[in-house]
């Protein structure tokens, strides 16, 4: 009795393009797709066995003459070959080759891929799909405990210092006492460090104190009543936010960042427009002078090619922004496509992001930028991924 394999090739070779008109494309599509992996070498997993017995079944008044002995071997089906094994890896482990990122690695499940999807929505950070089976996380607290309660249970292996680090957290958030309130810290480290970022921690300070909860990790419970920009973007609730440029200046922007302590400052812009770059170009100068902000360097530039693109080019040198980037640098713009070597290697870091681009995400760019708390995406549409919005 000939296999169902062999007569998946046959038909192959008399042109599965030319079968019966009624037959779905699709299905078309996925005997062509099993044709070509078995002639490649690759035979068939069981679970491709089944699919492809059931489009034959499907379909078998258009493919198969009904005294066929064909039909007989649709109807008990046999195989030339034992199916295919896929290697099941489930791994949760920390990046070697990328600091300050969590692994999580799985061979292709429906379930799981949804999962990680589900999971993109809630963590801090962006997580980045590094190829069809490894995606990417920022390494956060919050982070590791929500990637190993989602994945734990599924039967994934999990690198010993994650389970350790893990359980340290667990631990921290099965106590009832809050130990992250800032006005109850403990560690001296931390705290200097905030005393040296911010000033003193203390309820006279609370505008300053909300806005680096996310960066610092701690918990703050009162709230300064201002109503201001300034003060919504302190108790912003993740560290990208959608300013509506319809509504807010950009000179107003530029002021809460700076009342805020947020210099150095970094401007990310769109790198496929001359036109509009320009245009934010002259709105970013006019802010910065409000400010009396100086030491500007713009650190993309377009090729000759039209009018705008020279025009863009001759501004920035007009504006004197084609300084050398340095520690002092107050203000620097980069293209949305294209991250500088030079800003990876001289110490130069921004304490918060303008971008006019809502594509400033999944690109180098966007991971130079993930240890910044405060990301402000200012368009006059809101980016798509659920950025809050600040009003």
Known sequence: MITVDTLLIELFRQGIETLHPQIPARDKKVLISLARQINSGHFLTENQSKLLVKIFKENSNHIFDPLSENLTAIETPTWS???????????????????????????????????????????????????????????????LHQVVNAFKPQGF???????????????????????????????????????????????DNLILLNDRRL?????????????????????????????????TSLDDLVMALYELNRLPVLFVFNGHDSKECLQNLKKMEKSLKNCDLNKVGIYFRFDSAGDSNKDFNASISHLGYNVKLDKQTLVAGIANNKLPKFMLKNGWYPNSVISFSNNFKSNKTSVYCDAVDLIVYYNDKRPLGGVDAIV
Do not use: C
């Not at 210092?161 to 957290?169: A, N, P, S, T």
């Not at 703050?220 to 990208?240: D, M, Y």
């Open 81 to 143: 070959h034992s199916f295919r094994v896929l290697d099941q890896v489930r791994k949760i482990f920390l990046a070697k080759e990328h600091e300050g990122r969590i692994l999580v690695e799985f061979t292709y499940n429906k379930r799981l891929r949804q999962q990680i999807t589900e999971l993109n929505k809630t963590i801090e950070g962006q997580m980045l799909s590094i190829n069809n089976r490894q995606y990417s996380v920022p390494l956060t607290e919050k982070n």
């Open 215 to 247: 960066k610092f990790q701690y918990s703050v419970f009162p709230k300064n009543p201002e109503k201001s920009l300034k003060n919504s973007l302190a108790n912003r609730p993740s560290s990208r936010v959608w300013v509506d440029s319809n509504i």
């Open 157 to 203: 292996s999990i690198d010993p210092l994650v389970m350790k680090f893990y359980e340290e957290i667990s631990e921290i958030y099965e106590k009832s006492s809050n130990q992250f309130d800032v006005f109850n810290l403990s560690n001296e480290k931390i705290i200097n460090l905030i005393n040296h970022d911010i000033g003193g921690i203390s309820e």
